[in-house]
């Protein structure tokens, strides 16, 4: 138990530092790569990670395929924040957009989930978004944002790290079902949404949203491969083949848009 929880620290720490990093990136290169930045699982992966070292895989594979019928609410959450942030504020539209995030998890949920109806599930839900995400494409040119405050990077971090720490010391608790979903949930875009709004404000955060979309397949790839894989190779392999391929598809995007 002590092994373990040096390790959560750790992670927690870990998870925190990379995100707090993709956020400044993000801030720096503008909102055109941040939703690709903030599609990359820093969060998700390591709470696997640790959840391996309490769980058997059948719960690991349980809790991927509720996770990858939940990337389905991560694309509800966007199509609502680009649909409500076009006529209300950031404190308003983002709260919204979590709230129907929320619904959404708790219907999924309650549904008897197969693997098949997870992809669709998916697919509709990417489909949807692409079509209003093109609608609400801008164009946007930097603004002069107010320094950061000295308590923001560490309020960022203490957000990704307490959310890890919970999914894990809460997943015993809570099954493998629930602790799919949460293992979800949109901190990530939603710090960045919160970020950029700073800088290019409202119409700037949307941006950012709208161009997680595409990217977001990847993490959707992950978290099929994991639901799959932990009872046939086992839990480490099937980890680190999930994590590959949540990673080669933004690495293919921005490989694309370099050439």
């Known amino acids: ?3 373990f929880w040096f390790a959560l620290a750790l992670k927690a720490i870990a998870t925190a530092f990379v995100v707090v990093l993709a956020s400044v990136v993000a801030e720096r290169v503008g909102p055109k790569w941040g939703g690709l930045v903030a599609s990359i699982p820093v969060s998700a992966g390591p709470a696997y990670l640790l959840l391996a070292m309490q769980h058997d895989a059948a719960f690991i594979a349980h809790s991927a395929l509720l996770s990858f019928a939940s990337g389905a609410a991560t694309w509800v959450f966007l199509v609502a924040f680009m ?4 006529r209300l504020s950031l404190a308003l ?6 709230l129907i995030w929320l619904g959404t998890a708790i219907v ?8 098949a109806m997870a992809l669709l599930a998916n697919v509709i839900a990417f489909s949807v978004a692409t079509t209003w995400g093109r ?8 603004t002069n944002a107010a320094a950061n405050a000295w308590y923001e990077l560490p309020l960022r971090a203490a957000m990704v790290g307490a959310f890890v720490a919970t999914v894990v010391t809460l997943s015993d608790a809570i099954g493998p079902s629930a602790t799919g979903i949460a293992a979800v ?4 875009l939603t710090s960045l949404a919160i970020l950029i709004n700073r ?3 409202i119409a700037g955060a949307r941006a950012a949203l709208t161009g997680a979309i595409t990217p977001m397949i990847g993490i959707a790839c992950g978290f099929a491969v994991l639901s799959l894989t932990p009872e046939i190779i086992g839990t480490r392999p099937a980890l680190a083949l999930s994590l590959c391929t949540a990673l080669v598809w933004p690495m293919s995007i921005i490989v694309r848009h370099r050439a």
């Open 135 to 142: 609608s609400s494409a801008v164009q946007l040119h930097s």
């Open 108 to 115: 999924i949920r309650n549904v008897p989930w197969t693997w």
């Open 1 to 3: 138990m002590d092994a």
């Open 93 to 98: 539209s983002l709260p919204t957009a979590l």
């Open 83 to 86: 649909r409500v942030s076009d």
């Open 199 to 201: 800088r290019f404000g």
């Open 185 to 188: 949930f949109p901190i990530a």
